[in-house]
């Protein structure tokens, strides 16, 4: 191996730590960060960018290298050094990775036990909303007796405010938001901010799922289950809500709009709305078609 | 001297032959003209997509052509294309004049062309809609005969391939000439060992959930059918424990061949064979146990999905030894800068960016995020365009004058690497930002604030079109005109450059003499007990001849 | 050169006593063993979603699934667990260059084997359920239904040797690669049929 003198060699380091470190903050990929769980993702992103970044160069930088300094001049028809192998070197390439995904896995882990992917009480909740709500099947219902929770619960960390709870539903091709507090049915989710919103979605022909690019969260929405999503929002504003799930011809058009109000403003709104319940109730497909 | 050995006529390829190497040409062949169908395909919905709207083609008609254009590229294209060379060179790599089963190796092929024809047949029908992945419910709502064509195909085109694994398993591992002991048969056998052990394994698996698919869409069962109590997410289990590993029966090949190109055109043994080989075998491992990562945010609970978040990081660890071994052999090397060196350096540098961001999407945080999102799209074609591709057509470059006896024209070959790294880049590389800013794959519509990028996307996939053309003319320009190959004409260890180009039926003329490793290069291979012959072949790699 | 094609070694099944060309060693039972490896897997993949089936619904079988009769199936049990005996008493034989011997056992399998897929079809003339009756239906149709096949390409695998075994000098104590592949195939479809016989009839008693 031809290394490079020592001090060429840390220059070299530092300026690929310098240029990874100020890329993984500086990519501007994301769209804006509009819920708690967006800024969590988004770290873990900026962290991996930063180490993809070094090992893009590092890599990247080590074939160009080659390709220009190891050139075979023409007429020459020797061999390069006979190296087969360097044991140390091979462990050290053997460890960096597997340390850098244990972190990113360990991180990982963190990031989403915050989102609360592995909340337990979760498939409580929701075995309890399923009994209270009017599912006629009773395979239905007991088929989720075993099942743990899909999705994202509440996060374990901070102050346990009650959750907005908003039941979804996904046919082709619009989404269906009901307000069981107030009775109101929507085909646009508005939301409070800084309140934990919880979903409970189902699909009423094939699978769809639902995703929120701002809020960094998906779930699939299954026929004959339920799943759920907790978010908070952090950040007003609307929205788009897609449909991630191959549904058929028209699964592009399969979007609507969440709108993120102040505590106010979202007061105001189910107001108006649960008193125009009767006329929007006939339009609440169209809504989605848009 | 080649003239007293029978060779094959042009006849032979299209008839029904026994013999490996007319095999894997027509595999080859074959594999390549699916190629261009599904690239075709792929054409027409970049075109769509220039613009928001749905103008050119109906929604319908462009869910059928990106279910055909995956279903194409995966399962007639890339897979066959890796069975090529398996056929082509397992027998001359390790010094025996045919496959174990030539006749079954026979039918294995000649599955295919029917096979892909009936496939495209659907379009008849009314293709599937339902994407490569047919998930249930919608593939049982989406048009019955397109879909049943669609299963059948692939239940034909797997049984294709799981003959070829029987075939190149017991080859290698039961047909070594005496000498060759399993850790100096060249790295591109242990990759078809890796390769073969998942055809084994998984795609019965894929078998048995499109079966039951099968029993839903006629017989009207339920297995996947939530109206009559079955559960969708058994299918995308069963499906995905073939279809992940699948990934791997698409790449490793490729990795494989990598190995065998770089040292040769960087004159250096390959840097760690055991690594190379092991960690091949340690990917094909894990990856029997990755599968539920493309579920992440489908019916996985949360301490599943941080099992297969585990299992599905790991292999960047043995996927990261052999990059960086790869970096190693051509470093300090003498690079030739042919055109199959040039595919085989882009392959590391695509591929490279395919496997950080394989690691990134592994992560369930961020992978609930992109899932489905053209940030996947991006991510598996950097592994199959950007990995399996651009090694197949290194490997073209490099095996085209053992395969035809010709040379190919250098001039026309560069050109076509860099239209196609070019095209690749443009083409794929925007795909990560728009899934990112929230872009959602598998449609025909999209918002119009992505438009610009998308744009930029289609002039890219029409480059990657138009290096299509350079290519053919090369191929049959030197097939017609091009200089006669010598035997050994890159100056390589491995056996099949022992004998002549193209090889004589039955491969050798005598038997191959084992007198080096396959890539001891600069290693002194002084002649053994003064054998004139080894002599003659030292002399030729040494280029003195 | 031209007649390599015929010069060959043959397919999997096919038993040539030509063993490959040019003295390579015979690797077709290998080939075998691969094969029923992957076999193997298409079991584990149906098993897999029956049980994956089994757990996650409360109710299984689901509600108004009649009990199976269990009188058919144990006899079914017992016949092709037997037959299993009875063939290898046949390579036995065959080992002894006895052909008679041969026939006489493989043609007793072969028996056996039809008396298993006769009681097969009583089962399924007889029971309550149809193909889309409910998912254990499914399951059960889908999974006996698979293996039957298995058995029925079992029986034309033993009844194919017996024709081979016609011909003079086919079969020997040292040419019998037909008779081991039909007979390895056979206590494999045997295996599989008990792991079946206790996931789909015996689970389902408690």
């Known amino acids: ?290 | 001297m080649e003239q007293v050995h029978p060779q094959r006529k042009w006849q032979d390829y299209f008839g029904f032959s026994t013999d490996h190497k007319v095999i894997g040409v027509q595999y080859l062949v074959t594999a390549f003209f699916f190629y261009l169908v599904g690239g075709a395909m792929a054409e027409v919905m970049r075109t769509e997509l220039a613009t928001p709207d749905p103008d050119l083609v109906q929604p319908e008609f462009y869910n059928q052509l990106m279910t055909m254009h995956g279903s194409i590229m995966l399962f007639l294209w890339i897979i066959p294309a890796g069975a090529a060379f398996a056929n082509y060179l397992i027998p001359l790599m390790i010094g025996t004049d045919d496959m174990a089963f030539p006749r079954l190796n026979a039918i294995a092929f000649w599955i295919i062309p029917p096979g892909g024809i009936f496939f495209l047949c659907s379009f008849f029908v009314g293709a599937p809609q339902a994407g490569w992945t047919s998930y249930p419910p919608l593939s049982l709502v989406s048009g019955v005969w397109g879909e049943e064509i669609w299963i059948l195909s692939v239940l034909l085109l797997g049984l294709s391939s799981m003959l070829g694994a029987f075939n190149f398993v017991t080859t290698i591992l039961k047909m070594r000439m005496p000498d060759m002991d399993i850790h100096s048969m060249p790295l591109f056998c242990w990759s078809m060992l890796a390769t073969s052990a998942l055809v084994i394994l998984g795609t019965p698996v894929l078998a048995a959930a499109l079966i039951l698919l099968s029993f839903d869409l006629i017989a009207g069962t339920a297995f996947f059918n939530p109206a009559g109590g079955g559960d969708p997410i058994v299918y995308q289990h069963m499906f995905w424990f073939y279809s992940h590993p699948a990934v791997y029966i698409m790449v490793l090949p490729f990795f494989g061949v990598i190995s065998e190109v770089l040292p040769v055109h960087a004159r250096k043994p390959i840097f760690g064979y055991r690594a190379i080989a092991y960690s091949g075998l340690a990917i094909s491992f894990l990856g029997l146990i990755v599968w539920a990562h493309h579920m992440f945010s489908s019916g996985t609970p949360g301490w599943l999905r941080m099992f297969f978040m585990a299992t599905t990081m790991i292999i960047a660890v043995p996927t990261g030894i052999k990059v960086f071994s790869w970096c190693a052999t051509i470093w300090g090397g003498k690079i030739s800068l042919n055109s199959s060196m040039l595919f085989a350096l882009g392959f590391l540098s695509s591929f490279l960016i395919g496997g950080l961001s394989g690691v990134m999407v592994a992560s369930v945080p961020f992978d609930l995020h992109v899932h489905d999102t053209y940030f996947v799209v991006a991510h598996f074609h950097y592994v199959l365009f950007g990995g399996s591709v651009f090694a197949l057509f290194a490997g073209v470059y490099h095996w085209f004058p053992k395969m035809s006896g010709k040379m190919v024209n250098e001039t026309l070959g560069r050109i076509h690497f860099i239209l196609t790294f070019v095209g690749f880049n443009l083409t794929f590389l925007p795909m990560h930002p728009l899934g990112l800013q929230g872009m959602n794959r598998r449609i025909a519509l999209y918002d119009p604030k992505f438009q610009a990028m998308n744009e930029l996307v289609t002039i890219g996939s029409y480059i990657l079109a138009v290096s299509t053309f350079p290519f053919l003319i090369n191929i049959f320009w030197s097939l017609w005109k091009g200089k006669k190959a010598p035997r050994n004409p890159w100056r390589a260890l491995t056996l099949e450059w022992q004998t002549s180009s193209p090889p004589i039926i039955e491969n050798f003329e005598e038997e191959p003499v084992l007198w080096a490793g396959p890539y001891d290069y600069g290693i002194d291979t002084e002649s053994v007990d003064g054998d004139e012959e080894v002599d003659d072949m030292l002399a030729e790699v040494a280029g003195s001849s | 050169m031209q007649s390599s094609a015929v010069n060959e070694s043959q397919v999997v099944i096919d038993s040539q006593q030509e063993s490959g060309h040019h003295g390579h060693p015979d690797h077709r039972m290998f080939g075998i063993i691969l094969f029923l490896i992957s076999d193997s897997m298409t079991f584990l993949g149906f098993f897999t979603a029956f049980l994956i089936y089994r757990a996650i619904m409360p109710v299984w079988p689901p509600e108004g699934t009649p009990e199976l009769e269990l009188l058919v199936p144990i006899i079914n049990t017992v016949v092709l667990v037997a037959s299993s005996f009875v063939m290898h008493k046949g390579q036995v034989a065959l080992k002894k260059n006895d052909i008679k011997g041969l026939q006489l056992w493989f043609g007793i399998t072969a028996v056996m084997g039809v008396a298993f897929l006769l009681g097969q079809s009583y089962e399924y003339f007889n029971a309550e359920f149809g193909l889309t009756t409910n998912l254990f239906a499914s399951c059960f149709y889908a999974l006996t239904g698979f293996h039957g096949l298995h058995v029925t390409v079992g029986v034309l695998l033993i009844l194919s040797v017996l024709w081979r075994s016609r011909t003079e000098g086919h079969y020997s104590s040292s040419s019998h690669f037909g008779v081991e592949a039909a007979e390895i195939y056979w206590h494999f479809v045997d295996v599989i049929w008990l792991v079946l016989f206790i996931l789909v009839y015996l689970l389902q008693m408690s």
């Open chain 1, 1 to 290: 191996m031809n290394i490079p003198s020592n001090i060429l060699t840390l220059i070299l380091g530092v300026a690929l730590t310098l240029i990874s470190l100020w890329y993984g903050q500086n990519h501007g990929l994301m769209p804006v960060a509009a819920s708690q769980e967006a800024s969590e993702v988004d770290g873990l992103f900026n962290l991996m960018m930063t180490i993809a970044t070094g090992l893009f160069l590092i890599v990247e930088g080590a074939i160009v290298y080659s390709v220009i300094k190891f050139r075979r001049k023409e007429g020459d028809l020797t061999d390069g050094p006979p190296i087969e192998g360097n044991v140390p070197l091979e462990i050290l390439w053997t460890a960096i990775p597997t340390v850098i995904v244990f972190i990113l896995a360990i991180y990982s882990f963190e990031v989403y036990n915050t989102m609360g992917g592995l909340d337990p009480m979760a498939s409580h909740d929701h075995q309890q909303m399923m009994a209270e709500e009017t599912m006629e099947s009773s395979q239905l219902l007991a088929m989720d007796n075993s099942r743990l929770a899909l999705g994202l619960g509440q996060s374990p960390e901070g102050e346990q405010t009650p959750p907005l709870e908003v039941n979804v539903n996904g046919i082709q091709y619009a989404w269906i938001f009901n307000y069981p507090e107030t009775g109101t049915v929507s085909g646009e989710l508005h939301v409070p901010v800084d309140r934990p919103v919880k979903l409970n979605m189902t699909a009423g022909d094939v699978l769809h799922a639902f995703w929120l690019p701002e809020f960094r969260i998906k779930q699939d929405v299954i026929p004959g289950r339920e799943s759920l999503l907790t978010f908070t929002p952090t950040r007003t504003g609307q929205y788009p809500v897609i449909c991630a799930e191959l549904c058929g011809a028209y699964h592009g058009g399969m979007k609507t709009t969440i709108t993120v109000h102040s505590t106010e403003d979202y007061q105001q709104w189910i107001q108006d709305n649960t008193f125009a319940q009767v006329e929007t109730d006939g339009d609440v497909a169209l809504i989605g078609d848009r």
